[in-house]
């Protein structure tokens, strides 16, 4: 049986990779800093789970012993606002847990590593961005801190990888969205951000941004799926993955407006506010490559992703 070990088990996408893992016949273990992580109910709850700090080398040596696979889903996440104020807090403590991380798996002999990259390692354009582009000039500004962080991060996988004969399969993944993600206004992405305002609101809903923002969003555990497929078929990558659909804030603003009507009776109206932090104004991230391999699979429209994430806040809220 193969034995998978996912980092950040009860994050946004090791709680989903874990999910969908669970109905295969894989032995996993999940990593989470420490036992305070598992109090919020997540899949990593069913499984085992490891303990340990992964900036700190000894951990990481320790975690990965006797793994097949291991998925790198821990990281220092934030959304836009942190990237304004506080870039550098993306930085260092990524860039602690890759090379720990990837030098600890090789030592231990592990046969394969999924890096999870991100499409901020590219320069800003306004055709769709392709795998060679990774590496162009610079990252728009706003993604100074994290695109810099996730381009070494991919050197440090493939060197790693080399140097220890273990394959790593590096992805790109565009704007995920789905269940288990975070809510909380000074780390969450766009669409759990706007699902709190509105879930708060009374009479209108601030929208950082422009209405016309548009982005590449997939259903995560598409994703998570599509990234399972790459590792059958050997497909080291770098590849982008993404649902081939763009959407507008103002379509995703007027699904949550719908939900928090038909919820709460509530009839609110945006406002946008283009002064407050917001990312790059449009990204195109070309997918042909994913879709000559089969793995773009889309199980679920983003209106559908919104409704589900939106019951999850809800019950988030309900008192025990």
């Not at 990779?17 to 109090?39: D, K, P």
């Not at 959407?247 to 928090?260: G, H, L, N, P």
């Not at 932090?277 to 793995?295: E, M, S, Y």
Request: net charge neutral; with cysteine.
């Amino acid at each position: 049986m193969t034995r998978v070990l996912v980092t950040g088990a009860v994050g946004f996408l090791g709680s989903n990779f874990i999910e969908i893992l669970r109905q295969t016949e894989t032995y996993i273990t999940g990593v989470v800093r420490n036992l305070v992580s598992l109090s919020t109910p997540r899949p990593a709850c069913e499984i085992g789970c490891a303990f340990g700090d992964l900036t700190k080398p000894e951990n990481c040596l320790r975690v990965t012993q006797q793994q097949d696979l291991v998925i790198h889903c821990a990281a220092h996440t934030a959304g836009a606002m942190t990237m304004k104020n506080d870039p550098t807090s993306l930085v260092t403590q990524n860039n602690l847990m890759n090379n720990h991380l990837l030098e600890a798996a090789g030592k231990n002999g592990v046969k394969h590593f999924v890096f999870i990259s991100s499409s901020a390692v590219y320069p800003e354009s306004e055709l769709p961005l392709k795998e060679e582009d990774g590496m162009k000039g610079d990252p728009p500004s706003i993604y100074q801190g994290v695109g810099w962080m996730k381009r070494y991060g991919e050197q440090q996988a493939k060197f790693f990888g080399q140097h220890y004969g273990m394959q790593v399969y590096i992805v790109r993944p565009t704007q995920l969205a789905g269940l288990y993600d975070k809510f909380d206004e000074a780390h969450s992405h766009m669409i759990p951000g706007l699902i709190a305002r509105a879930m708060k609101a009374q009479k209108t809903l601030e929208v950082w941004g422009h209405p016309d923002a548009s982005r590449d969003f997939m259903y995560v555990q598409d994703f998570c799926r599509a990234v399972l497929k790459m590792v059958e078929l050997n497909l080291t990558g770098p590849i982008n993955i993404g649902s081939g659909f763009h959407y507008k804030t103002e379509e995703i603003v007027q699904d949550i407006i719908e939900y928090v009507h038909r919820s709460r009776g509530i009839s609110l109206t945006p406002v946008y506010n283009p002064n407050l932090p917001q990312t790059v104004r449009a990204r195109f991230i070309n997918t042909d490559l994913a879709r000559q391999h089969g793995l773009m699979k889309n199980t679920s429209s983003l209106s559908q992703v919104i409704d589900m994430m939106m019951r999850q806040y809800e019950q988030q809220q309900v008192p025990a």
